[in-house]
């Protein structure tokens, strides 16, 4: 069936501009730490609040099954609405933990109608070639997630006032242009009734249990990698005296994640997202057990370094979300997507903590370390045998 051509383009665009409210907190963080009073912890708070908001809403939506029971463009747009005012309710002089914590846990909450219902919508409009439209999507939302940091990195405004209004606007602007111009998929098939064991005949399908777990592995290591990757420029340039904008090159970073999104997608239309998925963690996890080694090298490698990682560890991501969905039963794909985001962000949550605390323990250079148990244990379920 062919497509009409502005679904996928406005789709990516639209992905763009709302996750672009994921890290706006992150960027952001000098100025809401003089607002709340908060230290070093605050880098935990802030992204772990978002990503127990996002859990907490695909579990809600997983439940329900809200995205395959309603219309996946209207969710879409009503949540852009919703996670754009909670980034706005930071737009204060003053912040006080709580009123932090909430604001961040709503914002979250939101997103857990604009990421997986993102994807569940190209999959009603992709039923081949699914991972290469995934790819776009995906990186997209790498992208979303890097902008905040270029904002910042700018210096548009002396305080955070620019990235929360920025941010906030074209998360408005996306969802307006996803229900205004992407109707229902062909290949859509709604449920009518809500299924209680939907979650657990999902996960008794091998293709299914085997891509989840998977992406589990690879979201131990994702959200971690990048909510430190200032902590790890900011070490680097403390141990070696060298100079560089710290939200620029995370900007950077993150955002070349969004191009191998892309190029995995195209190689994945060639030779399967299962390959591409499994050397993608192959290679970050490699990066994770080299990672103090990193640290030791001239400025320009050291970056080269961190950028390749910073690649390897978003381009399976797509390529996962792919292999579930199409392993799936079409009625149940965006509950299955959502259920699957829901268990990967809480691990998320694990890694990122985990790191918190490590970073006032020991050398910072050595707490990537630690990320390598995700690739290695989603590697091994990997490995297993399941036709593909």
């Given at each position: 069936m062919k497509h009409k051509p502005h679904i996928l383009p406005i789709l990516i665009l639209a992905q763009f501009a709302c996750t672009s409210l994921w890290f706006a907190g992150n960027a952001i963080i000098d100025d809401i730490a003089l607002k709340t009073g908060l230290g070093p912890e605050i880098i935990g708070y802030?992204?772990?609040?978002?990503?127990?908001g996002f859990i907490t809403g695909t579990l809600v939506f997983a439940f329900l099954m809200i995205a395959d029971r309603f219309s996946p463009s209207?969710?879409?747009?009503?949540?852009?609405?919703?996670?754009?005012?909670?980034?706005?309710?930071?737009?204060?002089?003053?912040?006080?933990?709580?009123?932090?914590?909430?604001?961040?846990?709503?914002?979250?909450?939101?997103?857990?109608?604009?990421?997986?219902?993102?994807?569940k919508i190209a999959a009603?409009?992709?039923?081949?070639?699914?991972?290469?439209?995934?790819?776009?999507?995906?990186?997209?939302?790498?992208?979303?997630?890097?902008?905040?940091?270029?904002?910042?990195?700018?210096?548009?405004?002396?305080?955070s006032d620019t990235v929360l209004i920025i941010t906030s606007a074209i998360a408005i602007i996306g969802g307006v242009l996803v229900v205004l111009f992407v109707p229902n998929g062909p290949f859509r098939k709604k449920s009518t009734?809500?299924?209680?064991?939907?979650?657990?005949?999902?996960?008794?399908?091998?293709?299914?249990?085997?891509?989840?777990?998977?992406?589990?592995?690879?979201?131990?290591?994702l959200y971690a990698f990048w909510a430190f990757t200032p902590l790890a420029l900011h070490t680097y340039a403390s141990v070696t005296n060298a100079t560089f904008s710290i939200p620029l090159l995370t900007f950077a970073i993150i955002a070349l994640g969004g191009?191998?999104?892309?190029?995995?997608?195209?190689v994945a239309d060639k030779i399967g997202s299962h390959k591409i998925a499994y050397y993608a963690l192959l290679v970050s996890g490699v990066f994770c057990i080299i990672s103090p080694l990193l640290f030791k090298l001239p400025a320009l490698l050291f970056l080269i370094g961190w950028s390749f990682?910073?690649?390897?560890?978003?381009?399976?991501?797509?390529?996962?979300?792919?292999?579930?969905?199409?392993?799936?039963?079409?009625?149940?794909?965006?509950?299955?997507?959502?259920?699957?985001?829901?268990?990967?962000?809480?691990?998320?949550i694990i890694s990122i903590q985990l790191l918190t605390l490590l970073a006032e323990q020991i050398n910072p250079t050595l707490i990537f370390l630690f990320l390598s148990i995700g690739p290695l244990l989603g590697l091994i379920f990997m490995t297993k045998k399941t036709a593909y």
């Open positions: 802030v992204l772990s609040s978002v990503q127990f209207k969710i879409f747009f009503i949540c852009a609405l919703l996670a754009a005012a909670c980034n706005l309710s930071l737009f204060t002089e003053v912040l006080s933990k709580w009123q932090l914590l909430f604001a961040r846990f709503g914002t979250g909450f939101f997103l857990a109608g604009i990421y997986p219902i993102g994807m009603d409009y992709y039923e081949n070639g699914l991972g290469k439209a995934l790819g776009f999507l995906v990186g997209a939302l790498v992208l979303g997630t890097s902008f905040p940091y270029l904002l910042s990195g700018l210096e548009l405004n002396s305080n009734n809500i299924k209680i064991k939907a979650g657990i005949a999902l996960f008794k399908i091998p293709k299914f249990r085997q891509a989840a777990i998977g992406y589990f592995g690879h979201m131990w290591e191009l191998s999104c892309v190029l995995g997608g195209y990682w910073g690649m390897a560890v978003t381009a399976d991501s797509p390529q996962f979300s792919s292999l579930i969905a199409n392993a799936a039963p079409p009625e149940l794909k965006g509950t299955g997507l959502t259920l699957v985001n829901c268990f990967g962000f809480a691990i998320s």
